[in-house]
């Protein structure tokens, strides 16, 4: 009986917490301002800001492979951002309390050295925890040129 009671407690304390009213304009407005704030802390490598939006136990996933925050915070020295701007914001709402936040990132960076893709298709996961809106997830898929505009492809027409 007791499990019973626990698990019916539960159940409706998650669907309680699921039916507030959620304000979706503002928290959007938010997180663009927290996913703007990641990229300015990747170009200055602050640590600092950097983990006060990112949870402890996320990852990443881009071209290099699946990357815990440790891990990011090592590459993040090496992470050289000249320049950088996110456009084309679009929002899949899971429930109240998590999102995708989808947009395009445009700018000019290295890695070691090396130059990383300029244009990249991003996603985050936003998860409110505790009031608070922290990343969870986020990747990162280079951009492909669109066959038809190629100058081969106009060359045929």
């Given at each position: 009986?007791?499990?019973?009671?626990?698990?019916?407690?539960?159940?409706?304390?998650?669907?309680?917490?699921?039916?507030?009213?959620?304000?979706?304009?503002?928290?959007?407005k938010?997180?663009?301002?927290?996913?703007?704030?990641?990229?300015?802390?990747?170009?200055?490598?602050?640590?600092?800001?950097?983990?006060?939006?990112?949870?402890?136990?996320?990852?990443?996933?881009?071209?290099?492979?699946?990357?815990?925050?440790?891990?990011?915070?090592?590459?993040?020295?090496?992470?050289?951002?000249?320049?950088q701007a996110?456009?084309?914001?679009?929002?899949?709402?899971?429930?109240?309390?998590?999102?995708?936040?989808?947009?395009?990132?445009?700018?000019?960076?290295?890695?070691?050295?090396?130059p990383?893709?300029?244009?990249?298709?991003?996603s985050?996961?936003w998860?409110?925890?505790?009031?608070?809106?922290t990343a969870?997830?986020?990747?990162?898929?280079?951009?492909?040129?669109?066959?038809?505009?190629?100058?081969?492809?106009?060359?045929?027409?």
């Open positions: 009986m007791k499990r019973v009671l626990f698990a019916a407690t539960v159940a409706l304390s998650c669907t309680t917490a699921n039916a507030q009213t959620v304000d979706r304009a503002a928290v959007q938010t997180i663009i301002a927290n996913e703007n704030a990641v990229s300015a802390a990747f170009m200055k490598a602050d640590l600092k800001t950097f983990h006060s939006l990112v949870a402890a136990e996320g990852l990443a996933l881009d071209g290099m492979g699946v990357s815990k925050v440790a891990d990011i915070d090592k590459m993040m020295v090496d992470i050289k951002v000249q320049s996110n456009s084309e914001d679009q929002f899949v709402w899971l429930d109240n309390a998590n999102v995708v936040h989808i947009y395009r990132w445009k700018g000019k960076s290295t890695y070691k050295g090396q990383m893709p300029g244009d990249v298709w991003s985050s996961v998860t409110n925890k505790g009031g608070k809106w969870m997830f986020h990747q990162e898929t280079a951009t492909m040129p669109d066959p038809a505009a190629t100058p081969a492809a106009r060359a045929k027409k």
